[in-house]
T-cell receptor, first 108, second 114 residues
Framework: EDQVTQSPEALRLQEGESSSLNCSYT??????LFWYRQDPGKGPEFLFT???AGEEKEKERLKATLTKKESFLHITAPKPEDSATYLC?????????FGTGTSLTVIP | KAGVTQTPRYLIKTRGQQVTLSCSPI?????VSWYQQTPGQGLQFLFE???????NKGNFPGRFSGRQFSNSRSEMNVSTLELGDSALYLC?????????????FGSGTRLTVV
């Protein structure tokens, strides 16, 4: 069964305290892995796409990596404005399979 | 460049009623997908339309239906509303519909069924 699992469900960090979010998947025929950020009351906002194992992408304090079974979103020296829910999704055909997200809170 | 527009932003309906949600994709995008987001289940795929044709459908009951017009705008209809239909309904558009290329999401319609 196609499945995307994110951990942890929730994460509280002090400002400046680096950490990683995990996304593991069992989707066959993977065509890409996507990271989105979602703020309360808004739709998901695109962050990264990763297409093959070993690939890495960076944007400001965020860095996404991909292996054959999982992806990590590393957050370096986070700031309060990084607080949001981070969603992982894998693409197969014309459909996304989403994880349930990690709710990140960064405390000043 | 205008983004994906969903209307209305908020709706309150009574159990048993029906509701229609609207989505205007990014200009030039021909694919529109709909997702239901709830705290427990996350984002669940409802259906995808491309050039007025439904190409893919998720595992939802027949009470959930949709359509796409020639200008790519899409509507989603839920009939005989149930309390469990309370959710954030998200629309996403893309040029070709291949998830491979990524989607742009709207801000969603928050539906509350009472």
């Amino acid at each position: 069964e196609d499945q995307v699992t994110q951990s942890p469900e929730a994460l509280r960090l002090q400002e400046g305290e680096s950490s990683s979010l995990n996304c593991s998947y069992t989707v066959s025929g993977l065509r890409g892995l996507f990271w989105y950020r979602q703020d309360p009351g808004k739709g998901p906002e695109f962050l990264f796409t990763l297409y093959s194992a070993g690939e890495e992408k960076e944007k400001e304090r965020l860095k996404a990596t991909l292996t054959k079974k999982e992806s990590f979103l590393h957050i370096t020296a986070p700031k309060p404005e990084d607080s949001a829910t981070y969603l992982c999704a894998v693409a197969r055909g014309n459909q996304f399979y989403f994880g349930t997200g990690t709710s990140l809170t960064v405390i000043p | 460049k205008a983004g994906v527009t969903q209307t209305p932003r908020y709706l309150i309906k009574t159990r048993g009623q029906q509701v229609t949600l609207s989505c205007s994709p990014i200009s030039g995008h021909r694919s529109v997908s709909w997702y239901q987001q709830t705290p427990g289940q996350g984002l669940q795929f409802l259906f995808e339309y491309f050039s007025e044709t439904q190409r893919n459908k998720g595992n939802f009951p027949g009470r959930f239906s949709g359509r796409q017009f020639s200008n790519s705008r899409s509507e989603m209809n839920v009939s005989t509303l149930e309390l469990g239909d309370s959710a954030l309904y998200l629309c996403a558009s893309s040029l070709t519909g291949q998830a491979f290329y990524g989607y742009t999401f709207g801000s969603g319609t928050r539906l509350t069924v009472v």
